[in-house]
């Protein structure tokens, strides 16, 4: 727990800031949590549930000093894509179906964690969640469009519902889209006049008083209804244990695409106050929340990039703000959950639109058209994908994405024939002539680690470079440092039989690096080294060094044979 280091030797002047940043989160997350869990189709105090224990967990696991866990709109809108279908309707086997996928979801955080698969964080790409977000947010504002106006979509699918949306409009119920609008222009007022202030909380707080005092019941204005506070019961699941297994890939999908949004705010924040993160013991981190969130009764939590920003604006030093949060929003979720019962739908509605705004960069994505165009096409496909054929379907591929983006790059990766400059310098032969090719060598460099999938790639690479060039070439050193990673025999073999192509045409074939590695390999592949294989350098200067001399002595031999015939043929020349 590296919390309770940062715990135990607290500073007090610390806690006046910290006190402060706990209030202002705790002003954000309170009606962010209630919004959430009516997306995720659980009742109001779930949402606070989801808040209380994942957060203390959170403060002793995690690395980062600044970030706030809870409930997230993205990670709220998978679990109701999938959950929903199962539940067909029934809300305790829905309620029960979230609890199981949130402790699913921790078990694959906490697995991730013991194998030490924190490089996940960067395996969805930027591009790739840029799209994936710009979708989900598009998707959670069309879905709230029926709680501002008053309907209640029939259509299960984004396209369509917006193809409805006409007909729908104009059964619009009036007094639900005045509440609406009554909580626009509230939380904008208070935008306007105190931008520091929990604009969200006075909006939704400004409208259940409006429901109570006017008595907007009468009018069919829908609220969240009766909140049942106090503590959360734990109940084991009732249901076909057979449904887990549809459970298995979205919690898996779930569980990365949740880890690596928080690794994307918890590295920004750690950049920006001068302090690392482990990635590793964040998976065990977030793993160890959605537990205590499946606990006590929650659905699943991320990283909270909103709620991490308000405490590190209100100048949060620690993790001690997540632990007084939890405790404030634990004391109205067990004692002072019977005015919530008053807040309505639409201002919910509103709340969960302005989150999602937030989501939304579609300017970030076309810019991306102008600095990388395979970006903006990884980027326009996965936004797509999550708005035509659905959350998960769109995060699985952009899971598939990321890997096949990784797998083209390994193999076909790029490639280079390196020469030496006036300083000795080896690198790269380009345009620029700043480097010469040394004379009867050929040396080339693979910009991957050789696999059994891009072995054959990199034979006819090399094969095609070698042909290419037009003075004799009498060794081939390949550079082995980039490529020459771990032990495939598939690689060995194909080395042995470049071996065998080179030695036809009278060529030697060498490799220069990892020489100690290189040289336990052969031994288990039965590859010859030394004069009768391939001979192998320690690094790439000693195999340029040996080689240059052995081409200088073999030069020194073929002048001393020139001045030798000549001296000859001179002395002959004399005797006639």
């Known amino acids: 727990m590296p919390g309770l280091n940062i715990l135990f030797n607290y500073e007090k002047q610390w806690f006046a800031d910290d ?110 969640l840029m799209g994936l977000l710009n979708g989900v947010a598009i998707t959670i504002i069309v879905s709230q469009f029926s709680k501002i106006f008053g309907f209640t979509f029939d259509e299960k699918y984004l396209l369509e519902r917006l193809g409805g949306v006409p007909a729908y409009i104009s059964q619009a119920h009036v007094p639900t889209l005045l509440m609406a609008l009554f909580t626009v222009s509230v939380y904008f007022v208070m935008k306007r006049l105190k931008p520091t202030f929990p604009a969200s909380m006075f909006a939704i707080a400004l409208g259940a008083i409006s429901v109570w005092f006017f008595n907007l019941g009468q009018f069919d204005v829908k609220t969240i209804g009766i909140v049942d506070g106090g503590l959360p019961l734990f109940q084991a699941p009732e249901f076909n244990v057979g449904i887990i297994r549809e459970l298995v890939m979205p919690a898996l999908n779930l569980a990365i695409v949740s880890f690596v949004s928080m690794m994307l705010t918890a590295r920004s924040f750690a950049a920006k106050n001068s302090y690392d993160i482990d990635a590793d013991k964040e ?47 634990a004391i109205i979720a067990i004692f002072l959950t019977a005015p919530l019962e008053y807040i309505p739908s639409a201002a919910l509605g509103v709340v969960l639109i302005i989150a999602s705004v937030h989501l939304l960069d579609l300017k970030a994505v076309w810019r991306l058209r102008l600095k990388d165009r395979q970006a903006f096409y990884l980027t326009l496909v996965t936004l797509l994908a999550v ?128 020489k100690r590695q290189l040289l336990a390999w052969f031994a288990k592949a039965e590859i010859k080294s030394g004069i009768e294989g391939i001979y192998v350098h320690s690094d790439l200067y000693l195999a340029l060094r040996k080689n240059q001399r052995q081409h200088n002595a073999a030069q020194k031999e073929l002048s001393d044979e020139t001045t030798n015939e000549q001296e000859y043929t001179n002395e002959a020349i004399i005797a006639l």
């Open 19 to 128: 006190a402060k940043a706990a209030l202002s989160v705790t002003a954000v997350a309170l009606p962010v949590a209630i919004a959430y869990a009516q997306l995720t189709g659980v009742n109001a105090v779930v949402g606070l549930y989801s808040c209380v224990l994942p957060m203390i967990i959170y403060a002793l696991f995690g690395t980062s000093k600044q970030l706030i866990v809870g409930p997230d709109a993205a990670t709220c809108a998978v679990i109701a894509a999938v959950v929903t279908p199962l539940a067909a309707g029934d809300s305790v086997k829905h309620w029960q179906l979230v609890i199981t996928m949130t402790a699913m979801t921790g078990f694959w955080c906490v697995i991730a964690s013991r194998f030490k698969l924190g490089v996940l964080a960067d395996f969805l790409s930027k591009p790739i």
């Open 283 to 329: 998976f065990m981190a977030l793993g160890m929340a959605n537990f205590a969130s499946a606990l006590s009764q929650g659905f699943a939590v991320s990283g909270a990039d909103s709620r991490t920003a308000v405490n590190d604006a209100n100048g949060g030093k620690t993790q001690l703000v997540s632990i007084m949060a939890a405790i404030i929003i």
């Open 387 to 514: 708005l035509f054929i659905g959350v998960i379907p769109g995060i699985t591929l952009a899971v598939l994405l990321g890997l096949f983006q990784f797998i083209r790059t390994v193999m076909r990766p790029t490639d280079n024939i390196l020469g030496v400059d006036i300083n000795g310098t080896v690198r790269s032969l380009d345009t620029s002539d700043k480097a010469k090719a040394v004379d009867g060598i050929f040396i080339y460099r693979f910009n991957s680690p050789l696999t059994y999938f891009n072995s054959s790639f990199f034979k006819r690479r090399l094969l095609e470079q070698y042909a290419r060039q037009k003075e004799d070439i009498d060794c081939v050193i390949i550079d082995a440092v980039p490529c020459f990673t771990h032990l495939d025999l598939s690689v060995m073999a194909m080395l042995a039989d470049l071996d065998i192509i080179f030695r036809k045409r009278g060529v030697r074939l060498e490799i220069a690096g990892r």
